[in-house]
Every structure is written in structure tokens, then in C-alpha cells.
T-cell receptor, first 112, second 115 residues
Framework: GEDVEQSLFLSVREGDSSVINCTYT??????LYWYKQEPGAGLQLLTY?????DMKQDQRLTVLLNKKDKHLSLRIADTQTGDSAIYFC????????????FGSGTRLQVQP | ETGVTQTPRHLVMGMTNKKSLKCEQH?????MYWYKQSAKKPLELMFV???????ENNSVPSRFSPECPNSSHLFLHLHTLQPEDSALYLC??????????????FGPGTRLTVL
């Protein structure tokens, strides 16, 4: 299977919370990231978490990490139409390699 | 406002053409990256440069040739491409390549179409 997996699509109503999930396979992952990509644009770093943390909150964003299950989630509170985009989970492994391994992305659609 | 710029934003080329993609970072970073984003695959790393030296090459065909003349500029030279090379090519930079905390910042990408 893929190193990093995400569900392809999520639809929510404006004002609701969105939860985007990600699973990874490599326990040596040291840093985990969430990027946002709007149509026609590059990837914008949203937030990150170190592998020795369980949770990180940054304004409307909350990242939860379950190391035992290798599960990462991004919660967006009070989701707005401007949050509609593709969200990518990425991991950096502790192998000396510089590359990030990305998931396929979750398309978030926010209904007004 | 992005600290990483890419030109052109869109490029259409024939299979026999030669073209180049340009990336410039204004962040004072030491490492630069080329990624390929195609419709049916996750983002794929192509090349990594650290202090102008190529440090990673992920089995990329020789029809893609990177060049890093200084730590602020990165090029991707293209020749005799195939239609399956059509994709969004993303450039990124980071402060320090290698281990430790190292966030990659991305440019807007060049949308390449090969006819």
C-alpha cells in the first residue's frame, strides 16, 4: 500500500467542523505536515507536528497524532467556504533523506 | 505572498521542443526541490539540491535535466518530453536540507502540457 493514505473527498456545511484523516506506515517518521492547495496554486504549509507530540492547536486548526495507530488528523473549526481546497498530509522520515512523502490529498468541499 | 516564484505558470510544448522551467526563492534558503504533481499520483520528488549540489535524484528520466547555478535559483530543462510528462511541476525550498526540523515552502507551480 501507499506510505501515506488519505480519503479522497470530504463535504461539510459552512460553520461545521471538518476532520481530515491521514494514516502513515513508517514509525520512523519524525515530522508530519498538513499542506493546503487551492485551485491553480502551489502548496501552502498549514501546520506541522513533531512525532513526540500528541496534539497541536493553531487558531481554527487542531492536529491530533496517534503514534500507536500511525494516524494523523486535521480538524478545522467553523469551516468557511474559503477552506475549500485539497489538503495534503506529508511525513518526513528519520532516514537522512530530505524528501517529504505525501498522501494523495483530500478534497474538502464546503457547502454554503 | 509566496517567497518562492516560478515561471512560466503555464507551458505548452511539443515533444520535440526544448524548454526550461525557472524557480527563484527569496527566503535565503539553502535547499531547493523539484516535485511533479500529476492527476493520478501523489506528489513525487524529482530532485533535491543542497548548497547548489544535487543530493537526490529519484530515478528521473534524462529528458529532465536540473540546474542550480546558485542557492536562489533552480531550473528544470526539458527536452523530447512525452505526453505523460504533462503535470504540475512544483518547486520548493527549505532552510537546511537533511535531518532535523526543515519546512519546505512551495511555489505556485508550472502547469506543463506536452502535445
Amino acid at each position: 500500500g501507499e506510505d501515506v493514505e488519505q480519503s479522497l473527498f470530504l463535504s461539510v456545511r459552512e460553520g461545521d467542523s471538518s476532520v481530515i484523516n491521514c494514516t502513515y506506515t513508517d514509525s520512523s517518521s519524525t515530522y508530519l505536515y498538513w499542506y493546503k492547495q487551492e485551485p491553480g496554486a502551489g502548496l501552502q504549509l498549514l501546520t506541522y507536528i513533531f512525532s513526540n507530540m500528541d496534539m497541536k492547536q493553531d487558531q481554527r486548526l487542531t492536529v491530533l497524532l496517534n503514534k500507536k495507530d500511525k494516524h494523523l488528523s486535521l480538524r478545522i473549526a467553523d469551516t468557511q467556504t474559503g477552506d475549500s481546497a485539497i489538503y495534503f498530509c506529508a511525513e518526513k522520515k528519520d532516514t537522512g533523506r530530505r524528501a517529504l512523502t505525501f498522501g494523495s490529498g483530500t478534497r474538502l468541499q464546503v457547502q454554503p | 505572498e509566496t517567497g518562492v516564484t516560478q515561471t512560466p505558470r503555464h507551458l505548452v510544448m511539443g515533444m520535440t521542443n526544448k524548454k526550461s522551467l525557472k524557480c527563484e526563492q527569496h527566503l535565503g534558503h539553502n535547499a531547493m526541490y523539484w516535485y511533479k504533481q500529476s492527476a493520478k499520483k501523489p506528489l513525487e520528488l524529482m530532485f533535491v539540491y543542497s548548497l547548489e549540489e544535487r543530493v537526490e535524484n529519484n530515478s528521473v528520466p534524462s529528458r529532465f535535466s536540473p540546474e542550480c547555478p546558485n542557492s536562489s535559483h533552480l531550473f528544470l530543462h526539458l527536452h523530447t518530453l512525452q505526453p505523460e510528462d504533462s503535470a504540475l511541476y512544483l518547486c520548493a525550498s527549505s532552510q537546511e536540507a537533511g535531518g532535523g526540523w526543515d519546512t519546505q515552502y512551495f511555489g505556485p507551480g508550472t502547469r506543463l502540457t506536452v502535445l
